[in-house]
């Protein structure tokens, strides 16, 4: 994925299989887990930081599908 494309995903519910795609982009330096969203229940909170430093917040559901 490009750097623009994870960055629209900013504040957005994605799925465990977005996430990994995420995480093989060469812009991808980490993905923190943050653990649960107090705000939203049955996601799992994590901050994809690029290269730069700059991060972005993306949301898992925790529930299986």
Request: charged share 35%; glycine share 10%.
């Amino acid at each position: 994925m490009t750097r623009e494309e994870i960055t629209n995903l900013d504040g957005k519910i994605i799925d465990r299989k977005m996430l990994e795609e995420i995480r093989q982009s060469e812009e991808v330096k980490a993905i923190r887990d943050n653990g649960m969203d107090g705000r939203r229940i049955g996601k799992r909170w994590y901050v994809v930081v690029f290269n730069d430093g700059y991060g972005v917040s993306v949301y898992v559901s925790t529930f299986a599908r």
